[in-house]
């Protein structure tokens, strides 16, 4: 009972954010770029000083909270999905070469997997931005790039567990290609695992991408990325506290609320428990 | 057993080998190093000395071949900016990160191993989910907003901690509770997993039927044998957690290797950014090597691969 209230939960913020970042233009109040400076840190409605004209309040250049949090939300969920659609396709395809072919292929997938473990992700990815300017694209392109190793570890082992099963030697005895056998029946007999997996990786990249913006190599100002509003904020932090507060709740929510649905969808389509 | 580790310490140098590799190639991706160091406003007279300076006129397989020779004999280059080794500097500043890093872990262990025993010992039980549901909540933190929530919390409103650098042994208690925020929830998972396995295993009803008392059962039978991959776990966490921490260095302001790595990287002094990639990446191959290797000992199933 508990776990399907987490997991609707969990959907219902996913699915929620999703909708406001697709809105986004629509739903903000005010234009997160314009600043007031005869407006800075207005605090939020509810606190004393703030106004209705500001619920969230305003950031240290006088530009609303709300709005710049609405378009943040693009920002993320951009970010999440791209990132997994990138990293899912690396992960994927090599996984499912190496489990389903062996031998020294697998040897090769392995070997790739392990190296990839080697590098430190944080660090690669400031030095990628860094030297190639930072941008939205890249950002994306940097960490699709990295974040594939449990993509490529669950569709391995997933993969190798399906090889030995009835319906790919029949498959194979039908005279079907080897492509066609990859595509049509390993795959959409390991895509529930790989569900599972793009949940727990657009969280990281979520969270990562939050990280590298804070470092200020991320997304490059003035995009209200969650993490840049925690950095341009944090200076102010020791007078008004709920500063960081706004944006750090957003992005704890929505990467709990992805990490919730990736745990229900993990006990109701029984994914494998290490995945 | 010696063919085992052998074929380990190949795998390791040959990944070693590899990593060597894009992280030369990771600084030359710009297309040219010495407009980069040079920044902004230089001349062209300026690039060039800079590139004759720093040996970036040489074709590129030569300056490749010239790093491997040099990395293999411990010269990670020189610093652009501190005139000083690469070595040298990561050597400085290694204490403070291993200091960060070993509290992370000790932080992590200490929390994850009991509460995991709890919650196998009453699987399905109300206080297992809550623990669930607590390691999910745990890995939904960022772990910079939770470092700057515990240095409003802990060093602001109560005063009980200092909010930055690493002076003495206080330093490091934030930080290292931030940093061992991110390795729980897999430690438990992985303790919690294990001890069930263990608990509902032959040699431990043969103990139960002996009547040996439940604490003896729990921690003699089970959790010697639930900790073996807990403990290979934790040498890659730890491995992780050097890597990672750079984000906690920068919050925190702590001169560690994460704070070198992130000033040389904002200040493009790639000779100390890839010798810290490098650094970070054989200490990783290290520790993994080093927990293949413990569990090969431990369990000798595990030797044929």
Redesign the interface.
């Known amino acids: 009972m508990?776990?399907t209230l987490?997991t609707l939960l969990g959907a219902v913020i996913v699915l929620g954010t999703l909708i406001v970042a697709i809105c986004a233009p629509l739903l903000a109040p005010h234009d997160p770029f314009v600043q007031d400076l005869s407006l800075r840190m207005v605090p939020p409605a509810w606190m004393e000083g703030g106004t209705t004209a500001h619920l969230l309040g305003t950031d240290q250049l006088g530009r609303d909270y709300l709005s710049r949090l609405i378009a943040g939300a693009r920002i993320s969920m951009l970010i999440g999905i791209a990132t997994v659609m990138l990293s899912g396709a690396i992960g994927t395809t090599l996984g499912v070469l190496g489990g389903y072919f062996g031998g020294w292929v697998d040897d090769v997938v392995m070997?790739v997997i392990?190296?990839r473990?080697?590098?430190?992700?944080?660090?690669?990815a400031?030095?990628?931005v860094?030297?190639?300017g930072s941008s939205l694209t890249l950002v994306v392109m940097t960490l699709g790039l990295l974040l594939w190793d449990r993509f490529a570890v669950v569709a391995r082992t997933t993969a190798m567990q399906v090889r030995t099963l009835d319906y790919i030697a029949a498959a194979r005895a039908a005279g079907c290609s080897r492509a066609y056998i990859l595509v049509r029946e390993v795959l959409p007999n390991i895509r529930h695992h790989l569900v599972v997996v793009a949940t727990l990786e657009m969280?990281l990249a979520i969270?990562l991408e939050?990280?590298l913006s804070?470092?200020?190599?991320g997304v490059p100002a003035p995009l209200p990325s969650w993490?840049l509003m925690?950095s341009e904020a944090?200076d102010y932090?020791?007078f008004t506290?709920w500063v960081?507060m706004v944006p750090?709740v957003a992005?704890?929510?929505l990467?709990?609320g992805i990490?919730?649905l990736g745990?229900g969808l993990r006990d109701r389509l029984g994914a494998a428990?290490d995945a | 057993m010696l063919t085992f580790i052998a074929r380990r310490v190949v795998l390791a140098l040959c990944v070693a080998m590899t990593v060597l590799t894009i992280s030369f190639a990771l600084t030359r991706l710009s297309g040219d190093l010495a407009v980069s160091i040079a920044g902004a406003g230089a001349t062209a007279e300026d690039v060039a000395t800079i590139r004759r300076a720093y040996g970036l006129d040489r074709p590129l397989p030569v300056q490749f071949v010239d790093w491997v020779r040099s990395a293999a004999s411990g010269d990670l280059g020189r610093s652009y900016l501190y005139h000083e080794q690469a070595a040298a500097l990561i050597r400085e500043r290694l204490p403070v990160t291993l200091t960060l890093g070993l509290t992370g872990l000790a932080v992590a262990l200490l929390t994850a191993i009991p509460f995991g025993i709890l919650s196998a010992m009453h699987e399905g039980a109300p206080i297992d989910r809550a623990l669930g549901l607590v390691a999910v909540i745990g890995q939904a933190m960022p772990s910079f907003w939770l470092g700057l929530l515990l240095i409003i919390w802990f060093g602001l409103k109560l005063g009980w901690l200092p909010v930055s650098g690493a002076d003495d042994w206080q330093g490091y208690v934030l930080p290292g509770i931030v940093l061992a925020f991110s390795a729980i929830p897999a430690l438990l998972r992985l303790t919690r997993g294990g001890m069930i396995d263990a608990l509902s295993s032959d040699y431990v009803r043969t103990a139960r039927a002996k009547g040996l008392s439940r604490a003896s059962i729990v921690l003699k039978h089970a959790l010697r044998n639930a900790a073996m991959p807990v403990v290979a776990v934790a040498a890659v966490q730890l491995g992780f957690m050097l890597g990672g921490s750079i984000v906690i260095e920068a919050v925190f302001a702590l001169h560690g290797v994460g704070y070198l790595a992130w000033e040389s990287i904002s200040k493009n002094d790639f000779p100390v950014v890839q010798a810290v990639v490098l650094f970070l990446a054989v200490i990783y191959i290290a520790l993994t090597l080093l927990a293949d290797v413990l569990n090969a000992v431990l369990d000798p199933r595990l030797r044929t691969g």
């Open positions: 508990i776990r987490a070997f392990t190296c473990l080697a590098i430190p992700v944080i660090l690669v400031l030095s990628v860094s030297l190639l969280a969270l939050a990280a804070f470092l200020g190599l993490g925690i944090k932090m020791y506290p960081i750090g992005l704890f929510v990467v709990l990490n919730l745990d428990r």
